[in-house]
């Protein structure tokens, strides 16, 4: 008896020291994640900063995990209700700690392996897992953490309300995909904020808990139904739901509204980048008091852009409505023999350039954007670059020319795919680079009724290269304003040759253009490259007064507190480039290019009918198309073609800037015209000419070398003057009548 006796105070006397050896090694291994009273109050939850538009639209988040903080009086009741009930049923009445589930979890779960035992931890001591995460390792990892956790959990019911404990909680645990939080699950799952779910809706993200790539409800919706189910009988169990609202809402199917991007996000990621840009460079010279720059991830900012959403959104719309048609024109222009020979022909130099002509055959899995929808597929690398190729791109860009602001920013037609954001490409701009070279020639003194030479041209010493005009037409003169409203190729031309390149050098330089000039005859024509976004500040220097500015984005940022730490009260920087009257002078120019010239169909075609500047661009094949228009409220530039100049389509009734670009700028402006109170903002009514200029384009664009012409040269008073008077009004009339009874114009529209 004494035997046996002795026997079982050993074994408890080992089982002991075994324990308290086992204690210690733990206690030792978690010491430094016991975390103090001070600690655990200042603790701060990694919030993601939002991104705003001018209009109060969240455009998107940068986040270091997907997380949006709320109170608790954003939660929903039967939200509560449902967390209780499935998680912690005891959890107003304990202190952080339930004797009888841990002590389940350690002997049945720990000790003896049974999982089927179910989980013992609380909702504290799940939240001190959530708040301070746990260390990795074996069992002895696994006992440090859940006793490290049963320490953190008295502490923090000591530090915090239920309620608080509560909302913190919901808003550190994960969901799965990145998203951490009641809030941005709700928005991911169910597009809606959490004070707005149903009953059923929040029973299935609480189910998540369990195993949130097990129940996710797009991933598994089955496993997703039936685990919200066990909650909504977990509810009726403990009284927070009556029998027949429980059994009713289970019979129900399972119906998610899934958003990738947390509600309107998307619309403009392009935009986002450059705005993170802007952010980070303006956070770098503002301290928190503690010393440390603003987070963006972390620290739940907000903030405010100037970008106009439903102008966002109406560029976007333009781009699907658009795009798509010219999109199976191309397709359809290279499934013919002679363009799927070109095309193998391209898809071959460019394999060679890549280095992957040995791996042409080798399938590749890859995710494939279309206009009907982005698709997973197996591609050959030499299929998936003929699709690259043959796609088409296209940006736009939009900003207040009197501020710098943008107001729409559209980098290329799918941002998951297709990252490279087109508004900062540079691409040959074609005839869009004339305004630049116009208005250097305003600078020198040249006058919009200042006769250009119409001639055929060959340049010996450049292997015969001869300018030629859109309609092959030559002969006669071309007023500056004429020539540059029709894009008549020969004046703009003979007007290079005239002007000088040091002086097109130097306006282009002013412009703060990227792109290296270089001193060939072509030049003129718009052989120099330029991006969207320069050709936007260029073109605002002609509406604002002759000044370079922006583009900037940023107006505020705002902490998760409420505090502005910036506020944008300027412009910016604002330098002048050219004089008030070239800018006045080259603002009507381009009117009359878009009432009369190459951007007619504005108004013919797609009924924008407001006052609006602007000039066409198509580079050499068509390989690039370029529009730009403006008025005092509003610049706005597009580009559009494929990525590789050798892909292009066959004719200007495709290819050409107002066939391919200029629909882009037009379907948006239309759109603006339909929205009255987005009409009444951007888009301002031009100034009238002053009087010393009120007469300077009144000229015919076109003059034959006719004797009557000869003698109008002759007799013509000083161009340099334009103050209108009777007399001259009566004597322009004159000219016109004899004009044309003389000759007959020969342009074309």
């Known amino acids: 008896m004494r035997n046996d006796r002795n026997t079982i105070f050993r074994i408890f006397l080992t089982a002991f020291l075994l324990t308290l050896a086992v204690l210690v090694v733990a206690y030792a291994g978690m010491s430094d994640r016991i975390k103090s009273k001070n600690e655990l109050l200042n603790f701060k939850n990694a919030t993601a900063s939002s991104v705003m538009s001018e209009d109060g639209q969240l455009l998107g988040k940068y986040f270091y995990e997907n997380r949006t903080n709320i109170s608790f009086d954003q939660l929903p009741e039967h939200l509560v209700d449902a967390l209780i009930a499935t998680e912690d049923v005891r959890f107003y009445d304990h202190h952080g700690t339930d004797a009888r589930s841990f002590l389940r979890v350690l002997f049945k779960s720990l000790l003896m392996n049974d999982r089927s035992s179910g989980g013992g931890s609380t909702i504290t001591q799940q939240l001190a897992k959530n708040m301070f995460g746990r260390a990795s390792g074996g069992f002895m990892a696994l006992l440090s953490n859940k006793i490290s956790e049963l320490i953190m959990a008295r502490r923090i019911e000591k530090v915090y309300t239920k309620n608080e404990i509560l909302t913190l909680y919901l ?31 929040s029973a299935v993200l609480v189910g998540m808990l369990k195993a949130n790539t097990y129940y996710n409800p797009r991933r598994n919706p089955e496993n997703a139904r039936a685990r919200r189910n066990v909650v909504l009988s977990q509810m009726k169990k403990y009284n927070f739901l009556d029998s027949a609202t429980a059994d009713s809402l289970s019979l129900l199917p399972l119906v998610i509204d899934y958003s990738r991007k947390a509600r309107s996000e998307g619309i403009a990621d392009y935009f986002l980048v450059q705005v993170r840009k802007e952010a980070e460079e303006i956070l770098k010279h503002i301290k928190a008091p503690d010393g440390s720059v603003p987070d963006l991830e972390k620290d739940g900012l907000v903030i405010t852009t100037t970008l106009n959403y439903a102008l966002q959104e109406y560029a976007v719309r333009s781009f699907s409505e658009h795009l798509p048609v010219m999109q199976r024109r191309l397709d359809a222009q290279y499934k013919t023999s002679s363009g799927r020979r070109t095309l193998g022909q391209v898809t071959s130099r460019e394999l060679v350039r890549l280095g992957l002509e040995k791996r042409a055959s080798e399938m590749r899995v890859q995710e494939i954007f279309d206009w009907n929808g982005t698709y997973t597929d197996s591609l050959s690398v030499s299929d998936s670059l003929k699709h690259s190729l043959t796609l088409l791109h296209a940006g736009l860009m939009a900003m207040d020319p009197q501020s710098g602001g943008v107001k729409a920013w559209v980098g290329g037609i799918d941002f998951k795919t297709q990252p490279y954001d087109q508004v900062l490409a540079t691409r040959q701009l074609a005839s869009v680079f004339k305004p630049v070279l116009y208005s250097a020639a305003l600078e020198d003194g040249f006058e919009p009724c200042r006769y250009l030479d119409n001639d055929s041209i060959k340049l010996s010493g450049f292997e015969d290269w001869s300018p030629e005009n859109f309609d092959h037409s030559y002969g006669g003169k071309y007023s500056l304003s004429g020539a540059l409203a029709r894009s008549m190729n020969i004046p703009t031309f003979s007007l290079f040759l005239e002007l000088g390149f040091d002086k097109v050098n130097e306006m282009w330089r002013k412009m703060r253009f990227s792109f290296e000039l270089v001193n060939t005859p072509s030049l003129a024509l718009g052989t120099a490259e330029g991006s969207i976004k320069e050709v936007a500040i260029a073109y605002s220097s002609f509406v ?11 107006t505020s940022i705002i902490t998760h507190s409420g505090d502005t730490i910036y506020s944008r009260e300027t412009t910016g920087e604002k330098v002048r480039i050219m004089t008030e009257r070239t800018s006045q002078l080259m603002s009507a120019m381009l009117q009359k290019a878009v009432r009369e010239g190459t951007g007619v169909s504005m108004s013919s075609v797609y009924g924008v009918d407001f006052p609006l500047a602007g000039k066409t661009g198509t580079s050499q094949d068509y390989a690039d198309a370029w529009f730009a228009a403006f008025n005092p409220g509003l610049v706005m530039v597009a580009r559009a073609g494929a990525s590789s100049r050798s892909i292009h389509f066959n004719s200007g009734s495709n290819g050409s800037g107002s066939a391919l670009a200029l629909p882009l700028v037009a379907l948006t402006l239309k759109k603006v015209k339909q929205n009255r109170q987005l009409r009444e903002t951007l888009i301002k009514t031009f100034p009238e000419l002053p009087p010393d200029l009120a007469g300077a384009l009144d000229c015919p664009d076109f003059r034959d070398d006719s004797f009557f012409d000869i003698i109008i040269d002759i007799f013509e008073k000083d161009k340099k003057e334009y103050y209108d ?4 009004r009566i004597k322009r009339r004159v000219n016109r009548i004899m004009r044309n009874i003389f000759k007959k114009r020969r342009y074309e529209r």
Request: aromatic share 14%; net charge negative.
């Open 544 to 554: 604002n007064g002759g000044y370079r500015l922006g583009p900037w984005c940023v």
């Open 171 to 201: 808003n550190t645990v994960a969901f799965g995909e990145n998203v951490f939080g009641i809030e941005a699950a709700s928005a991911r799952f169910f597009n809606k904020s959490t004070v707005d779910l149903s009953i059923g809706e």
């Open 725 to 728: 008077t009777p007399e001259r």
